[in-house]
């Protein structure tokens, strides 16, 4: 299982930043995917989650209605779209999926 995160940076609060993560190894579609974020100084957090197929998602309340999870099974891709970001947003950003995580992608939203 290979899972590479990219697509963070740094963005003003109330940017946008869309987060991928190329996925390799297994079969991509047949597996739930997630994205989970770690803070400096805390523990990792649980952000949303999409089903193998795409038709269901499920999202942290910090996020919800801000961040949207989608999947390119044909791609073995999974994004992040992440709009009005605030600073309690920064973070790095980890896909996830059985056990195996990416080596994360740094997120910080600051002036």
């Known amino acids: 299982v290979q899972l590479v995160d990219s697509g963070g940076g740094l963005v003003e609060p109330g940017g946008s930043l869309r987060l991928s993560c190329a996925a390799s190894?297994?079969?991509?579609?047949?597996?739930?995917m997630m994205w989970v974020r770690q803070a400096p100084g805390k523990g990792p957090e649980w952000v949303s989650t999409?089903?193998?197929?795409?038709?269901?998602?499920y999202y942290a309340a910090s996020v919800k209605g801000r961040f949207t999870i989608s999947r390119d099974n044909a791609k073995n891709t999974l994004y992040l779209q992440m709009n009005s970001l605030k600073p309690d947003d920064t973070a790095v950003y980890y896909c996830?999926?059985?056990?195996?995580w990416g080596q994360g992608t740094q997120v910080t939203v600051s002036l």
């Open positions: 996830a999926t059985h056990g195996s």
């Open positions: 190894g297994f079969t991509f579609g047949s597996y739930d």
């Open positions: 999409i089903s193998n197929g795409g038709h269901s998602t």
